[in-house]
């Protein structure tokens, strides 16, 4: 039966077909294969989507190993909704690809990036359906290490140092989460997670787990972008090529946020993590900081896509904020902000991406009346930045206004007003692009810009068209994020 | 256990120290990464220390043989190698790129250079 293969089959699909991408000879026919594999891959994590919902978990022992001594593939609402953006973003990014690809990457090089961006998908995928603590190492340094190559094919210069600047840090990262694991070993003697939840409880007096539980926090976090350590993200966004932006930010850190989820809610239990340990109010300040600062610094930058990886950062923020709720409408909120947020920063990188293409630049000054030439583009742009903002009947709003009835419930008020706070910073970066784009006159030298082809314009509205409709039709997002916090409380299975 | 006898963990905490340092305190980035090396070094020496059993000889069946080290972080490590091998190649594949682009492996010169623009 094929469909108990199906959570294999979601990460070896893409690992194979990355050496496969390597053989074709043109950037085109790469492009067709890598389509293809990222859309069997979407395919795959909608079925495991249904499965989940149907049967509460899927476990899958790989080669036939039974669960603490082999590789287990572990699926519960949490992760499937998480793979279900990553393949789902991946594919509508890759749909826009082609276009914008063949304008910002060497013909010699496309090959290349396209078997990156698999193997990129491999790692993200890999992480999110493991089961086993070592597994999700490797899959993350694959993940990275791909996504570096990424990063450092944009076309200025300071993408090289972008990229580097990401590797040292990312690579510091993720050795402290190995670190972690090798301490949760060491006590527990099991790399499997369901296990590790399972003896974990009566350890949490051993100075060795306290110590894995501080090294995986700050790895994570360093992966997260976790407000103080994100220093490495707004470069890396800013200088990657288009289609590389829209990809990560809009599913890289969403799967470190899953990951956070999982190693302090499974892993470690709730209890320890937010009973034990002061991750509470750690979460709540560094979130509030990230919201605050973040949004303040946007204000202030010239270059459009470096305005909003330091949106990123505050969005991040938000999640962070719900996650440190520890309660079942935080977590809520955390997940439905993840899936959302994936939506409105991928369309707004890809609307960017239109205007790189037609421009060849993102800076402020540039788009001065483009609201008028580009009007479907600049329309995209700018129903993504209201769902940013948290407009009603976007999706934006909605989770903001969990966020808030989550912050409401345990009187937390300080969280309503820097929730409040952030999207009042979010409307004045984004008025600032509107302003620009429709009531600024182009300069007179200037030459006739028009419209982005459809071929770019569909991709864009289609994840624009997504924040509306799951701004007004929650059922699907809110009901998944909410089993998703259940079962991260332990209250389903 | 005495303190001598966690001489392999005051080793890690030196070598982590030490590269930890390095990468954080070195302009040049060649030297960055070597500092990342040595970080990831003390990794491997923390987890290669942890599969030792006391007494435990090499994890191969043989007769007469009945108590053995754990080799499973043995194996572990080997893939964290292979990850930190990896990870240097792109370093310095990334800062023979910077070098073409700017002339310089410096981060001062290179912050100087993107700050005149």
Redesign the interface.
């Known amino acids: 039966m094929i469909a108990a293969q199906l959570p294999a089959l979601q990460v070896v699909v893409p690992l194979l077909g990355a050496p496969l991408c390597l053989l074709a000879r043109k950037g085109n026919t790469a492009w067709a294969l890598t389509l293809a594999i990222s859309a069997v891959a979407l395919l795959v994590a909608t079925l495991l989507l249904g499965q989940v919902l149907a049967q509460g978990s899927v476990a899958y022992a790989f080669g036939g190993w039974a669960a603490p001594w082999g590789i287990e593939y572990r699926l519960d609402a949490v992760n499937a909704i998480v793979l279900l953006i990553v393949t789902g973003i991946s594919t509508v990014v890759l749909l826009f690809a082609k276009t914008s690809v063949a304008h910002e990457i060497r013909p010699e090089q496309q090959v290349l990036f396209y078997t990156s961006w698999l193997l990129c998908l491999t790692g993200l995928l890999g992480i999110t359906i493991t089961g086993d603590a ?1 597994n999700l ?2 899959f993350l ?1 694959i993940s990275s ?1 791909s996504s ?2 990424l990063i ?1 094919l944009g076309s200025d ?2 993408a ?2 972008a ?2 600047q990401y ?2 840090m990312g ?2 990262g993720a ?1 402290f989460i ?2 972690g694991i ?1 301490l949760l ?2 006590v527990t003697g099991t790399l499997n997670m369901a296990d590790l939840a399972g003896r974990l409880p009566e350890l949490t007096a051993s100075r060795t787990v306290r110590t894995a539980f501080a090294f995986l926090t700050v790895g994570i976090g360093l992966k997260l972008a976790l407000f103080p350590l994100h220093l490495w993200l707004p470069n890396a966004y800013a200088y990657a090529p288009s289609v590389v932006t829209a990809f990560l930010a809009a599913t890289a850190t969403k799967v470190a946020i899953y990951m956070l989820l999982r190693f302090m809610f499974s892993v470690f239990g709730a209890g320890f993590s937010f009973g034990a340990m002061p991750l509470p109010t750690l979460l709540v300040l560094l979130g509030a900081a990230a919201v605050l600062s973040a949004s303040t610094v946007a204000i202030f930058q010239h270059n459009i896509k470096r305005m909003l990886a330091y949106s990123s950062v505050a969005q991040i923020g938000y999640m962070v904020l719900g996650m440190s709720l520890a309660s079942s409408a935080g977590l809520t909120a955390a997940v439905l902000h993840l899936f959302n947020h994936a939506l409105m920063k991928g369309g707004l990188f890809l609307a960017l991406g239109c205007i790189a293409w037609r421009l060849g630049s993102v800076r402020l000054g540039d788009l001065a009346g483009l609201g008028y030439r580009m009007p479907w583009t600049m329309a995209a742009f700018v129903a993504g930045g209201l769902s940013l903002i948290g407009l009603p009947l976007t999706a934006g709003f909605i989770s903001k206004w969990y966020l808030v009835l989550a912050a409401l419930e345990q009187g937390w008020w300080p969280v309503v007003i820097v929730v409040v706070a952030g999207s009042l910073l979010a409307v004045v970066y984004i008025w600032r692009v509107i302003e620009t784009a429709y009531f600024r006159d182009r300069g007179e030298p200037a030459p006739p810009v028009q419209e982005a082809p459809l071929s770019m314009l569909l991709p864009t509205w289609l994840l624009v068209g997504a924040n509306v409709y799951f701004g007004i039709y929650t059922d699907l997002s809110v009901g998944v994020a909410g089993q998703a916090a259940r079962v991260l409380l332990g209250t389903a299975p | 256990m005495s303190a001598a006898g966690l001489y392999n963990y005051w080793i890690v905490i030196l070598l982590m120290m030490a590269g930890f340092y390095v990468v954080i305190s070195s302009g040049n980035l060649v030297k960055k990464i070597v500092g990342l090396n040595l970080f990831q070094a003390s990794v491997f020496i923390l987890y290669i220390s942890m599969g030792k059993v006391a007494g435990g000889s090499a994890p191969i069946l043989r007769e007469g043989v009945t108590q053995f080290s754990n080799p499973l972080p043995h194996v572990l490590i080997l893939t964290a190698i292979v990850v930190g091998v990896a990870t240097t190649a792109l370093g310095l594949a990334l800062v023979v790129r910077i070098r073409e682009a700017y002339g310089t492996a410096e981060e001062d010169e290179i912050h100087q250079q993107d700050e005149s623009l």
């Open positions: 070592f190492f490797v340094e290490l570096y190559v450092s210069r300071r090289l140092t990229a580097y590797l040292i690579t510091i050795t190995l670190i090798g070993y060491m």
